[in-house]
């Protein structure tokens, strides 16, 4: 059975846990039962973020860790943001950029979504 068709025949979220666990067994052997409970309890968001993450870890530890990953991914999150601003709205004036740079990841969602709505970058922000 390919794994589209696990996902589908088990409901997206228990299909994508069960995908994630065989992913993770494969990867480094019999799991802990807690790392399988915080699976079976994770959104599929974040399920699909360890996935991402499965394929490149070392360890399991490497997978459920927040700091080198996360690091990167805001990162790329604060560049995106940066780049979207100054495509539509031109120079990004120096409070924005501190702005971009010291926010969290909602905060960045929630900016990435108004860019898309609002007519004037501080609308954007505010």
């Known amino acids: 059975m390919t794994t589209a068709q696990r996902l ?23 799991l802990p039962s807690g790392v399988v ?30 700091s080198g990953w996360d690091e990167g991914e805001m990162r790329g999150a604060r560049s995106a943001l940066t780049g979207l601003l100054k495509t539509r709205f031109g120079e990004l004036p120096i409070e924005f950029e501190s702005m971009v740079q010291a926010a969290d990841s909602d905060q960045l969602r929630m900016w990435g979504r108004r860019i898309l709505t609002e007519s004037t970058i501080e609308d954007v922000f505010a």
């Open 8 to 30: 589908m025949a088990k409901g997206y979220a228990e299909g994508l846990c069960e995908v994630l666990l065989e992913q993770l067994e494969i990867r480094f052997g019999e």
């Open 37 to 66: 409970a915080a699976a079976r309890a994770a959104d599929p968001a974040q399920q699909r973020v360890w996935a991402r993450r499965a394929v490149w870890a070392w360890t399991l530890g490497d997978v459920f860790s927040w």
